[in-house]
């Protein structure tokens, strides 16, 4: 063989060789990129794409000045991966500091922390054992106490321990005007709405989850260079700016709170509001609750009774059958009737009054309270005028405001009155109303007769956007036809808290007040009880530029059921202190102070 | 016809001009070469620097980014924490723990005065403040005088 053979038959054995070693990697080429593609594309993609889920905050529930009343307090859920974090040894060592730190049961963490492995059955319904990458240790943890627990992973080396940001809802003022904002439950991380405003309003405030895919580093930080897309945006639910004040709400909590420390009442509730818009000032009941407390949460304290409940409005609506008899001219301030020395048989039914009365003027009706009286200037004006000026008052119907169920109360139409009805219906017998709906008819008594449409919902944010939608307040017009009558009214109810009236008690000293005491038998298994009383005291102040109008019921006080009694001092409470809250100038100095007698300027308020 | 061609050069001078020009045409060539892979090696090593610098930033941003979510939690925590705080029920309650002698003001210690403006600050340099027409409060209930209302340029204050 010839030396040029040789080379031959090595460069021959060569080239196969290449040609062997490249149809193989071609092979291996082509399954890789041809026939694996999508199975190895997938691995890939899963290994540096991430999936983002960002939630979006509910939103929150503000006062009229912008205190927040309902929020979103940052929290975290601790997580573990059982498969990192360790031996039975370090499990015991973590399961110990988190159980000090989060107040748990250390071994419950340990459980939570031992088990590696789970069985699970596959797609031919065989057992199979799997590895257990996830574990929860506590959900919403506190804010503090997370960043404590981070700092801690750290210095003391635990591995395995992820923490999730969430948000917890959170009610800053506690029990604060509880009934009206409700409250939220938790089911699987959702926000389920219960009761109140938080429920009414549910679907604007929710947010809505955001998803992003990107593509990231192996230290899980998104590339600069890699593809990224949104694929939900995510969004925040809209804020709620409600007509309550809160230093005011706080003020008639309190001085409801007094009320029931004396009274012990079955339920009692205020509320205030501006007579010129329907603005709800303040409103409150008891008994309450809590909404961060849930463990001591009574169901019974979440109804919303100033919505819900009705009740008899007793003397409280003498005012509205004598007004719609002054502005008809029937009868004016200084026309006398016979109350009948307290008893008076009519429809073949003995009316009483609570303290025998002789003749009195429509003045001295309102002031002392008398049935009769109230019944003969109703009987003055017929069946159909005084339907016809309750229903103006807005009796029968209800307030629209967004607090659901709500009543429209108990007011027969006309065809269904009887004969006793004319006697009954405006002294507040045989005629239910909710607490709402009698602050809304004083509001047109305290407003030259403009029944307002009472607002509770301010405006709503849309915290994205910046975009606000006011909610309007309405213009009405007015019940009266007499531009007198309201005046003549409002002179007529001053005197309810003068001396010689039913709520002297509810007197708030350098200011007039009108307003009107109730007090009525519940109507217990068919017959009116001697033991059960609403008391109530409604009324504005000051009475010729009303810069509230409030109610205070008590359903069942003990120990005493006149409305005077029991009402009128926590109206003059609350009247009192807002008043001064408000910067309201007050009417006179009192006679009792004349060395304080000052000279002021001309009088602005702010408010 | 026949034809014979020579070159008129000598072999030796043929093949120095060969010489002569693959040198002249190497050079030139190796060093756009080299010049064009120096280029090529230095924009490649920009673009990873810059790369780099971009990862280095993301990177910083990512952690700033992940200190201001902390932040912002930090705030949102802080804000519930200050509504609470400044909650009437927590004052309240602190006034009474402290046993604070504080009491609200009395119905004569509220009223409002005009101080009609802005003349009264202008100019001369003394400042003044002229109190509006002055109105004697009713001392008795009965009487139903009001306070004039006079609202023009003014401003509140309480006393």
């Given at each position: ?8 038959i ?19 080429l ?6 694996r593609?999508?199975?190895?594309y ?5 290994k540096y ?7 979006g905050?509910r939103?929150?529930i ?7 009343l ?22 015991r060592?973590i ?32 057992d199979?054992?799997l ?10 943890v506190?804010f503090e ?5 981070k ?22 003022k506690?029990q ?6 409700g ?16 429920r ?15 593509e990231?580093?192996?230290?899980g930080?998104p ?5 990224s ?13 409600l ?17 029931v420390?004396k ?5 009692a ?6 007579p010129?818009?329907?603005?709800i000032?303040?409103v ?24 819900e ?12 059958a ?5 502005d008809?001219?029937?009868?004016g ?6 109350c ?18 002789g ?22 004006m ?18 629209g ?9 108990i ?14 219906f405006?002294?507040g017998?045989?005629?239910a ?10 509001c ?9 449409k009472?607002?509770i ?7 994205g ?29 001053k ?10 008690s509810a007197?708030v ?12 038998q519940k ?15 409604v009324g504005?102040v ?10 205070v ?8 059921h006149?409305?005077?009694?029991v ?7 609350i ?16 006679e ?8 002021v ?5 702010s408010? | 016809m ?20 693959g040198?002249s045409?190497?050079v ?5 070469f080299?010049l064009?892979?120096a ?41 519930i924490?200050?509504?609470?705080l400044s ?8 006034i009474k ?10 119905s ?17 340099g ?7 027409p ?18 023009s340029?003014s ?5």
């Amino acid at each position: 063989m010839t030396r040029y053979d040789d080379i031959s038959i090595r460069m021959k054995i060569t080239a196969i060789f290449f040609i062997l070693v490249f149809t193989y990697l071609g092979i291996q080429l082509y399954t890789v990129q041809i026939v694996r593609h999508d199975e190895l594309y997938g691995k890939a993609k899963n290994k540096y794409t991430a999936v983002k889920t960002a939630t979006g905050k509910r939103g929150e529930i503000y006062d009229r000045d912008g205190n927040l009343l309902v929020g979103n307090v940052p929290c975290s859920d601790i997580c573990a991966d059982p498969q990192i974090v360790g031996n039975a040894e370090e499990c015991r060592r973590i399961s110990e500091h988190f159980g000090k730190i989060l107040k748990m049961d250390p071994a419950k963490i340990y459980n939570r922390l031992i088990v590696k492995t789970y069985t699970t059955k596959n797609e031919e319904g065989v057992d199979v054992e799997l590895p257990r990458k996830f574990a929860v240790i506590e959900t919403k943890v506190d804010f503090e106490i997370a960043e404590q627990l981070k700092k801690d992973c750290e210095k003391m080396k635990f591995k395995g321990i992820s923490f999730r940001d969430t948000t917890k809802r959170t009610y800053p003022k506690n029990q604060l005007l509880a009934n009206i904002l409700g409250f939220t439950n938790i089911d699987k991380d959702k926000a389920v709405a219960v009761i109140g405003i938080e429920r009414f309003f549910n679907q604007p405030i929710s947010s809505s989850s955001g998803i992003s895919e990107y593509e990231r580093a192996r230290d899980g930080i998104p590339l600069s260079y890699g593809k990224s897309d949104v694929i939900k945006d995510v969004k925040d639910g809209l804020n709620i700016y409600l007509t309550i004040r809160e230093p005011i709400q706080a003020i008639l909590e309190e001085e409801l709170d007094n009320l029931v420390a004396k009274f012990n009442p079955r339920a009692a509730y205020a509320i205030m509001a501006d007579p010129y818009t329907g603005n709800i000032i303040a409103v409150a009941q008891r008994p309450t609750f809590n909404p961060n407390e849930r463990t001591a949460m009574n169901p019974d304290a979440w109804r919303n009774r100033i919505t819900e409940d009705i009740f008899e409005p007793g003397s409280t609506m003498k005012p509205f059958a004598v007004s719609g008899a002054i502005d008809m001219g029937v009868v004016g301030p200084d026309t006398r009737f016979d109350c009948e020395k307290g008893r008076w048989l009519f429809g073949g039914k003995i009316l009483r009054d609570s303290h025998p009365l002789g003749m009195l003027t429509v003045t001295e009706i309102i002031q002392k309270s008398s049935n009769i009286g109230t019944a003969k200037i109703a009987l003055l004006m017929g069946d159909k005028n005084v339907y016809d000026i309750l229903k103006k008052f807005g009796f029968g119907e209800k307030t629209g405001i967004p607090l659901q169920p709500e009543t429209s109360g108990i007011f027969r139409p006309l065809k269904k009155w009887d004969t006793l009805s004319i006697s009954r219906f405006p002294i507040g017998q045989g005629i239910a109303v909710s607490p709402l709906q009698l602050v809304r008819a004083y509001c047109a008594l305290a407003n030259g007769g403009h029944l307002p449409k009472l607002r509770i919902v301010d405006k709503i944010e849309n915290p994205g956007t910046g975009i606000i939608r006011q909610y309007p307040i309405h213009e009405t017009t007015s019940i009266f036809r007499n531009g007198d009558t309201h005046k003549k009214m409002v002179e007529m109810m001053k005197k309810v808290t003068e001396e010689g009236g039913t709520a002297v008690s509810a007197d708030v000293k350098g200011y007039y007040v009108a307003g009107k005491t109730g007090t009525s038998q519940k109507f217990v298994n068919g017959a009116y009880s001697h033991s059960q009383y609403f008391a109530t005291f409604v009324g504005f102040v000051p009475a010729d530029k009303p810069s509230f109008v409030l109610l205070v019921t008590a359903d069942e006080p003990q120990g005493a059921h006149y409305g005077g009694t029991v009402a009128g001092p926590y109206f003059k409470a609350i009247s009192e202190r807002t008043l001064k809250y408000l910067n309201v100038p007050p009417d006179y100095i009192p006679e009792e102070e004349p060395s304080k007698k000052v000279k002021v300027a001309s009088s602005k308020t702010s408010h | 016809m026949n034809s014979f061609t020579k070159s008129l050069r000598p072999p030796e001078q043929k093949k120095k001009i060969m010489i002569s020009g693959g040198k002249s045409f190497f050079v030139p060539f190796a060093f756009k070469f080299l010049l064009f892979a120096a280029g090529f090696f230095g924009i490649i090593t920009y673009r990873i620097y810059l790369n780099e610098k971009a990862e280095e930033l993301n990177r910083e941003a990512s952690a700033i980014q992940l200190k201001i979510h902390k932040l912002n939690r930090e705030i949102a925590n802080l804000k519930i924490e200050k509504e609470r705080l400044s909650s009437w029920a927590y004052v309240g309650g602190r006034i009474k723990d402290y046993n604070l002698a504080l009491r609200p003001a009395t119905s004569d210690q509220i009223r409002s005065i005009n101080i009609i403006g802005p003349k009264g600050y202008g100019g001369s340099g003394m400042a003044s403040a002229v109190v509006a027409p002055e109105t004697v409060l009713p001392v008795s209930r009965k009487s139903p005088a009001r306070t004039t209302q006079n609202s023009s340029s003014s401003k509140i204050s309480r006393m």
